[in-house]
Every structure is written in structure tokens, then in C-alpha cells.
């Protein structure tokens, strides 16, 4: 089976916090920064599978602190792990004061993406290779998310 290191499906995006994006206390919404980190959890997982993707679950999104109007919010995304057709996405959204120059941790999320072949079904993808300690730790640690996830799927 054909392996890929984790660098290999670094996705980084830059975008502006603008008016519209917010809420009446001029931070930005939640569902923004939601639809932001599925559209790189897609772009991560399309690049490390060469496929097309469908998003199977958010694991966790912990909202931390919040970006406001002017900052830049940079999203940073990879492939943590694989299954046979599944691949667990991590996300980090960092919002920037391009003015006073400070830098805040806003998100972190973990998010399962299907490579799905041109009938919708799932497909085999590449099996992922860490190579730096936060990448190793993210790897080791995720068959407990899995199995988070299986119990999560149990309770329905």
C-alpha cells in the first residue's frame, strides 16, 4: 500500500475577518469558522488521497478565544490518520492582529473525511506517515479518537 507523510497534505488559508463574518459583538461566528475548517479538512484529505471527499464526522471543534474584524485567520490542516478509506484531519485556525502584531490560538478540530470513488462509494487512500513529535503524538493518540467515534456511533 502506498504511504504519505503528513507534510505531504499540508493545507494552509489566509483570509480576512470581514463585517459580514460577525456577530453583533464584532467577533466572528462560529458557523464561519465551522465552514472554513470543513472546506480544508476537504482540501487536505483530497490532496493526501487524490480523491474525492465527503465529510463522515466533526470530532471536535474546541472554540478557544475568538478572531474580530481586520484580523487574518489563518487555517492549518493535515492527515493525522488513516483507515482503509477514511482519513482523520487535523485542523488549527489562528486568528492574527496584523496591527499590534499578536497571534491567538482560536480552534482546534478533528474531523474523519471518505475518499469516495465516481459512484459515491469508499475508496482505499494512502496510509500516512508522521515524521515530526507533534505529527507522531497526533498519530499515536488517534485510535482513541476512533474509538471515541465507534462509541458515539453505538449511542445512535
Known amino acids: 500500500m502506498e504511504t504519505r507523510t503528513c507534510a505531504h497534505s499540508k493545507t494552509v ?3 480576512l475577518v470581514l463585517p459580514p463574518d460577525t456577530n453583533h459583538l464584532d467577533s466572528i461566528f462560529g458557523g464561519k469558522i465551522l465552514a472554513y475548517i470543513d472546506e480544508i479538512a476537504a482540501l487536505t484529505a483530497m490532496k ?3 480523491s474525492a471527499v465527503v465529510t463522515a464526522s466533526i ?3 474546541d472554540f478557544l ?3 474580530k474584524v481586520g484580523d487574518s485567520l489563518t487555517s492549518e490542516a493535515f492527515v493525522t490518520y488513516t483507515g482503509k478509506s477514511s482519513m482523520e484531519v487535523y485542523v488549527r485556525v489562528t486568528a492574527h492582529n496584523l496591527l499590534e502584531n499578536e497571534q491567538t490560538l482560536t ?3 478533528f474531523l474523519t473525511m471518505v475518499a469516495v470513488d465516481e459512484n459515491g462509494k469508499p475508496k482505499p487512500v494512502p496510509s500516512v506517515v508522521p515524521e515530526t513529535n507533534e505529527e507522531k503524538r497526533l498519530f499515536e493518540t488517534a485510535p482513541d479518537r476512533k474509538e471515541n467515534r465507534k462509541k458515539r456511533a453505538m449511542i445512535r
Open 13 to 15: 488559508q489566509t483570509r
Open 48 to 50: 493526501h488521497s487524490n
Open 65 to 67: 478565544s475568538s478572531a
Open 107 to 109: 480552534t482546534e478540530s
Open 59 to 61: 470530532d471536535s471543534v
